[in-house]
């Protein structure tokens, strides 16, 4: 076909070809005669071929490659032409649905975010477990960074352990970061919770066998694996040593393994992550009190995952306005890392790199369209500058609240333990109307990857790259440009379903394998439009409702969410957690 098809096409080439030389030589005499009539009103004329249309993309896409060398020159925001630029390119298909108005984004909720639900469940013929002592061996796992960064290894541990037909020893904790925290696994995750959900994948124990540990004549083979391996390497280089030494121990285990894997084993990563990680209940109980309060004063309230510790900072390498002062502080913290290498905090803003400021923080949700009497929770280590850091924050939102504030007396026992501190910070974020982070780190990412899962819960990411530039001109414009621009650069970065492509990115932040579209052929979308409320019914093709968005979806993942009623559906977990970890290899 194929063939055929480009013979054709070479071959209309060449009669369309002899057909134009035959047109033109029995024209020849006639043209002459007008070329010499309309030498008079035209010189040089010459017949030409109609010339060829230009898609669109295409011209949005030279568009957007010229302002964006001029904005390399210039630093200028070239977002507004970003706008317009995504109305003329090929659209999704519920982007098609908001076309009858140009309405501005609802920061609260998106209105996508009901047609969407997370999937992990076990496929029919994905194999059950092996059993314990028919498996090939004891896989030990030493986790690595602050306990989101440690969430990540745990959740690939039990994937390797799948891939290598291995018994899961329960993880071991990181007492040596920078976080300094004694807890083990079971003082911040429900241990048997963990080890019964899954019995259906891998087998997991507390402890290896003393009986085994008794006929083993080495101690256990250590060795650490290389970042984002694929399961091959650990086929080829792990699983020969663990049949020869009967238990491995994996050290500093921290994205250790690749984001692409097929499908059922990103599955069994939502499986574990979003089901079989569940908080003890001290500190689920303690996180929905305040969940409780917060909702008590506020039907709906943001929380703000605000990174910027002194240590953090420092590592960043950039600089945050606090003069001389702190380019010395900040400067002998960086000392602790003699590998670090000298940048430049300018080019660091300019690439996106640094946090947010509690003050652009504040600036970025006001210009978003968040009153100055939104309820805030607010997610955090030691602020660097104390009070006088956040008190332009607080002025924005004075509905400002802490962990610290709501629960004084209740939150004792855990001060020692900065690990269940961030637990408690993880639940309250995760249930919050909204979430916005100032940092890409490795709370923000998990986080960001479990409220897509959970519904696509309003998630707002700053587009730092693009907002530097606002910030530092935002004297130079008026509130009304700063907040359009402000709007314009946020496109794309507020939570909604399709922002992130299938593949892009770290799994755990997009869990696209494990997010499907609704089943219904009908769609109802409430819009409002000034004081009418405009509703109407968008017809979806079978072939899309019966599909994944993000991949094609097993009938009986279908007719199991059909079976399910919707306030199944909105029941929201509680039981993962974490501050981002900015120590790593």
């Given at each position: 076909?194929?063939v055929?098809s480009k013979?054709?096409?070479?071959s209309?080439g060449l009669?369309?070809?002899n057909?134009?030389?035959a047109?033109l030589q029995?024209?020849?005499?006639?043209?002459q005669?007008?070329e010499?009539?309309?030498?008079?009103?035209?010189?040089?004329w010459k017949?030409?071929?109609?010339?060829?249309?230009?898609?669109?993309?295409?011209?949005?896409?030279l568009?957007?490659?010229?302002?964006?060398?001029?904005?390399?020159?210039?630093?200028h925001?070239?977002?507004?032409?970003?706008?317009?630029s995504?109305?003329l390119?090929?659209?999704?298909?519920y982007?098609k649905l908001?076309?009858?108005?140009?309405?501005?984004?609802?920061?609260?909720?998106?209105?996508?975010?009901?047609?969407?639900y997370g999937?992990?469940?076990?496929?029919?013929?994905?194999?059950?477990?092996?059993?314990e002592r028919l498996?090939n061996?004891?896989?030990?796992?030493?986790?690595s960074?602050?306990?989101?960064?440690?969430?990540?290894?745990i959740?690939?541990?039990v994937?390797?352990?799948?891939?290598?037909?291995?018994?899961?020893?329960v993880?071991?904790?990181?007492?040596?970061?920078?976080?300094k925290d004694?807890?083990?696994?079971f003082?911040i995750?429900?241990?048997h919770?963990?080890?019964?959900?899954?019995?259906k994948?891998?087998?997991?124990?507390?402890?290896?066998?003393?009986?085994?540990?008794?006929?083993?004549?080495?101690?256990?083979?250590?060795?650490?694996v290389?970042?984002?391996s694929e399961?091959?390497?650990?086929?080829?280089?792990?699983?020969p040593i663990?049949?020869?030494?009967?238990?491995v121990q994996?050290?500093?285990?921290?994205?250790?393994?690749?984001?692409?894997?097929?499908?059922?084993?990103?599955?069994?990563?939502?499986?574990?992550?979003?089901?079989?990680?569940?908080f003890?209940?001290?500190?689920?109980n303690?996180g929905?009190?305040?969940?409780?309060?917060?909702?008590?004063?506020?039907k709906?309230?943001?929380?703000?995952?605000?990174?910027?510790?002194p240590?953090?900072?420092a590592f960043?390498?950039?600089?945050?306005?606090?003069?001389?002062?702190?380019?010395?502080?900040?400067?002998e913290?960086?000392?602790?890392?003699?590998?670090?290498?000298?940048?430049?905090?300018?080019?660091e803003?300019?690439?996106?790199?640094?946090?947010?400021?509690?003050?652009?923080?504040g600036?970025?949700l006001r210009?978003?369209g968040?009153?100055?009497?939104?309820?805030?929770?607010?997610?955090s280590?030691?602020?660097y500058?104390?009070?006088?850091?956040?008190r332009p924050?607080?002025?924005?939102f004075?509905?400002?609240?802490?962990?610290?504030?709501?629960?004084?007396?209740?939150l004792?026992?855990?001060l020692?333990?900065?690990?269940?501190l961030?637990a408690?910070?993880y639940?309250?974020?995760?249930?919050?109307?909204?979430?916005?982070?100032?940092?890409?780190g490795n709370?923000?990412k998990?986080?960001?990857?479990?409220?897509?899962?959970?519904?696509?819960k309003?998630?707002?990411r700053?587009?730092?790259?693009?907002?530097?530039?606002?910030?530092?001109?935002?004297?130079k414009?008026?509130?009304t440009t700063?907040?359009?621009?402000?709007?314009?650069?946020?496109?794309g970065?507020?939570?909604?379903?399709?922002e992130?492509?299938?593949?892009?990115?770290?799994?755990h932040?997009?869990?696209?394998?494990?997010?499907?579209?609704?089943?219904?052929?009908?769609?109802?979308?409430?819009?409002?439009?000034?004081d009418?409320?405009?509703?109407?019914?968008?017809?979806?093709?079978?072939?899309?409702?019966?599909?994944?968005?993000?991949?094609?979806?097993?009938?009986?993942?279908?007719?199991?969410?059909?079976?399910?009623?919707?306030?199944?559906?909105?029941?929201?977990?509680?039981?993962?957690i974490?501050r981002?970890?900015?120590?790593?290899?």
């Amino acid at each position: 076909m194929g063939v055929a098809s480009k013979a054709w096409r070479y071959s209309g080439g060449l009669v369309l070809n002899n057909l134009d030389s035959a047109i033109l030589q029995q024209q020849k005499p006639k043209q002459q005669s007008q070329e010499l009539h309309s030498n008079n009103f035209f010189l040089g004329w010459k017949w030409r071929r109609p010339t060829v249309a230009v898609p669109w993309t295409v011209v949005c896409g030279l568009m957007l490659f010229s302002v964006g060398l001029i904005s390399l020159f210039t630093g200028h925001v070239a977002s507004d032409l970003e706008w317009y630029s995504q109305r003329l390119v090929k659209r999704t298909w519920y982007s098609k649905l908001d076309r009858v108005s140009r309405a501005p984004i609802d920061v609260w909720k998106s209105k996508f975010s009901n047609f969407y639900y997370g999937c992990s469940e076990r496929a029919p013929y994905f194999a059950p477990a092996v059993r314990e002592r028919l498996s090939n061996g004891y896989l030990l796992i030493a986790t690595s960074g602050g306990l989101n960064q440690q969430r990540t290894g745990i959740t690939d541990a039990v994937v390797v352990a799948r891939i290598l037909n291995a018994t899961l020893v329960v993880p071991e904790l990181d007492h040596h970061s920078y976080w300094k925290d004694e807890s083990d696994f079971f003082d911040i995750f429900d241990v048997h919770w963990f080890i019964s959900y899954l019995a259906k994948d891998v087998p997991i124990v507390k402890k290896v066998p003393e009986k085994v540990m008794r006929s083993m004549e080495k101690p256990p083979y250590t060795m650490r694996v290389p970042r984002k391996s694929e399961p091959e390497y650990y086929v080829e280089q792990v699983l020969p040593i663990l049949l020869r030494r009967r238990v491995v121990q994996l050290t500093k285990f921290d994205y250790r393994l690749s984001n692409d894997l097929d499908e059922d084993l990103q599955k069994l990563r939502c499986r574990v992550n979003y089901h079989a990680l569940r908080f003890t209940k001290p500190i689920r109980n303690l996180g929905q009190r305040l969940v409780t309060r917060m909702r008590k004063m506020a039907k709906r309230f943001i929380a703000v995952h605000l990174r910027f510790e002194p240590d953090m900072l420092a590592f960043s390498g950039c600089y945050y306005g606090g003069g001389d002062k702190e380019r010395f502080e900040l400067g002998e913290i960086r000392k602790r890392w003699k590998t670090l290498p000298e940048i430049s905090p300018d080019e660091e803003r300019m690439r996106g790199k640094c946090p947010l400021t509690p003050h652009e923080v504040g600036l970025l949700l006001r210009a978003l369209g968040f009153e100055n009497n939104t309820y805030l929770y607010v997610a955090s280590g030691e602020i660097y500058g104390g009070e006088e850091t956040l008190r332009p924050l607080r002025e924005l939102f004075p509905n400002f609240y802490t962990k610290e504030m709501l629960a004084e007396e209740e939150l004792k026992p855990f001060l020692p333990f900065s690990s269940r501190l961030a637990a408690i910070d993880y639940i309250v974020c995760d249930e919050s109307d909204v979430f916005v982070t100032n940092n890409n780190g490795n709370m923000a990412k998990v986080l960001a990857g479990r409220r897509r899962y959970m519904g696509h819960k309003r998630t707002i990411r700053p587009n730092a790259k693009r907002l530097s530039a606002l910030f530092t001109a935002r004297d130079k414009m008026d509130w009304t440009t700063f907040a359009r621009k402000v709007k314009s650069c946020q496109r794309g970065f507020m939570g909604e379903p399709e922002e992130i492509k299938p593949g892009r990115g770290e799994f755990h932040e997009f869990p696209s394998s494990c997010i499907c579209q609704k089943p219904s052929k009908y769609y109802v979308v409430n819009k409002n439009k000034g004081d009418q409320n405009l509703t109407r019914i968008v017809n979806v093709s079978k072939a899309e409702s019966s599909n994944k968005i993000f991949g094609n979806e097993r009938e009986e993942s279908v007719m199991k969410w059909k079976n399910k009623t919707t306030s199944n559906e909105s029941v929201s977990f509680t039981e993962d957690i974490d501050r981002d970890d900015f120590l790593s290899d």
